[in-house]
């Protein structure tokens, strides 16, 4: 059975959709970590290095359910074999076996929170030729400024994705920080891409967030201020993570739901 969370009202359940090894060294997604850096990220996140020294990362989405209500899916996992991410990721994915196990159907899903559009996020979003939402009686939620730029995150996307999610009259584009139902919203947190947005849940007395790939590594929980090769705009990254980081550790505890760490829910 998938690994769940309760907060209050608010069941959150991680579902793995595949894990394997990253396509480059760690040492040069993460150019600037030093040794005691990663001696301290292994600590946090032991499962994350093979015997032979590679990057092994999990792919993960989360389902967040209020009682027995419509279900909220943040983001759509690496997706079948002919998914876009096909060319790096261990596919085909299994996050349809991993929503049986969990007790939700796809009609259940009624919001897609895609964190960003790079193709381990979006897998089981579109699916099949022609291309139809997976997910039939969803809302599929998207920065604005994601949708601006997405030629530049992947020529495809315009046709592969956004097109039929606009057919199906299931795209909804939003615009910054975006409340979604009562204790849980959106966040932007640019730079990773330019629309990467993340998702707060407020049960009162404690807090949980999908981070996206706000931080895809334990060693940038270890050192917030280091970063990616891979992000867009590294500096405005590096502010939305030390920002949003920061701000969280100050107050009520916090647990980070993450899609690439080995353990889904890692307190801050």
Request: aromatic share 6%; proline share 11%.
């Amino acid at each position: 059975m998938p690994l769940s969370r309760i907060l209050g009202s608010i069941t959150v359940t991680a579902l793995s959709d595949g894990e394997g090894p990253f396509f480059q060294p760690r040492e040069e997604a993460f150019p600037d970590a030093t040794p005691e850096h990663w001696r301290a990220a292994d600590r946090c996140d032991p499962a994350s290095t093979t015997a032979d020294g590679r990057w092994w990362l999990s792919f993960r989405s989360f389902a967040l359910r209020v009682g027995d209500g419509p279900v909220t899916l943040v983001d759509a996992g690496i997706g079948p074999v002919d998914s876009p991410a096909a060319s790096w990721a261990p596919v085909p994915g299994r996050l349809p076996e991993e929503l049986a196990a969990a007790g939700i159907a796809p009609a259940d899903v009624r919001t897609v929170v895609l964190t960003h559009l790079h193709s381990d996020h979006i897998g089981w979003a579109v699916t099949g030729a022609p291309g139809r939402p997976w997910f039939p009686n969803a809302d599929y939620l998207v920065q604005r400024a994601e949708l601006d730029t997405m030629e530049t995150i992947n020529p495809g996307l315009p046709a592969g994705l956004v097109a039929p999610l606009r057919a199906a009259g299931q795209l909804r584009v939003v615009d910054g920080d975006t409340p979604l139902t009562p204790g849980v919203r959106l966040l932007s947190t640019p730079g990773h891409t330019p629309g990467h947005q993340s998702v707060l849940v407020d049960a009162g007395d404690e807090r949980l967030l999908f981070t996206g790939d706000l931080l895809v590594h334990a060693v940038q929980l270890v050192e917030p201020t280091l970063a990616y090769a891979h992000e867009v705009d590294p500096e405005a990254a590096r502010r939305s993570r030390t920002t949003l980081l920061r701000d969280l550790a100050g107050g009520l505890p916090t647990t980070l739901a993450t899609p690439h760490l080995n353990n889904p829910f890692t307190p801050l």
